[in-house]
């Protein structure tokens, strides 16, 4: 075991205050255990707790990240869920096992890792084992680390709270992480699947994911198209990532009973929408927090039995740090990896 390793740090917020380290591994206490990490996944709540914050209480020096993938390599004392050499992936939410989130209606729950729990962005890790699930056999440890937050916030929209089956309609907003895993959760569970983005290329690679409908939000009113492609039914589940104003179309778009899954704020933190269709048509809107460990669990199960394999639009070292940020901003097909392994 090596003594030293290499950690990015920060020691205020700021993209220029983030600098790699070279620190001593860290030791497992008791409960605890010693990874080693493989791989990390971006996610773009990652760039935003650099730049800005995002009012968390960030305790420095401050290490980003929240999604890894890798390898118990030592055990702190009394430690029985997880074995040494075995390939795990991190919660999101530690502490959060099941059940609706931890907090109140004052403080609602946002302690995640990468914020108010040290992040990952680091060759080795020493976390409580409540905090890690086994990763999936059938994925690479690159795969894997997509799961904790992208993977599971579609999930847990549109399994654990929308109960999705067969045959439903499923409208998905963009070609990003969480997208791109609702596109795929959504078909292995035999729905129809409709996306929307404003990049004709992005499309081409959707449909290669089995995409029944694509619309080019560029191209006109991409509500009417929905509505034209369903038969004036409208869609079953939506995957709502814009915010903003845009909650209203998807109303608009949304079937009689059906679910609107409010997770990504790209065109802000105040949604609109229009209260009649809302109460006429009797739908149901979720606010999506990624979700818990059981549901991660469930999820690995998912893609074990059902070949469900993360797109990865690129890799980056570890000293790349900057560079894959600067992809993150530019937009993504599916996720953007940190791999510490040899590539």
Known sequence: MPQMMKRWEMNEIGRNALKLHEVQVPEPGPGEVLVKVAAVALNYRDKLVI????GLPLEFPFTPGSDLAGTVVALGKNVSRVREGERVIATFAPGWIEGAPLGDARTPPYRTLGGAYPGVLAEYVAFPEDWLVKAPATLSDAEASTL???????????????????GETVLVEGTGGVALFALQIAKAHGARVIVVSGSAEKLKKAAALGVDHGIDRSAGD??????????????DHIVELIGGLHLGKAVQAAAIGGKIYQIGVLEGFDVAAPVGPLMLKNITIHGISVGHRKGLENLVAAVDSTGIKPVIDAYYPLGDLPKALDHLERGAFGKIVVDLESR
């Open 222 to 235: 991409w509500v009417e198209a929905v509505l034209r492609i369903t038969g004036d039914h409208g869609v």
């Open 148 to 166: 904790p937050c992208a993977g599971l916030t579609a999930w847990t929209g549109l399994i654990e709270k929308g109960g999705l089956h067969a």
């Open 51 to 54: 730049e800005a914050g995002m």
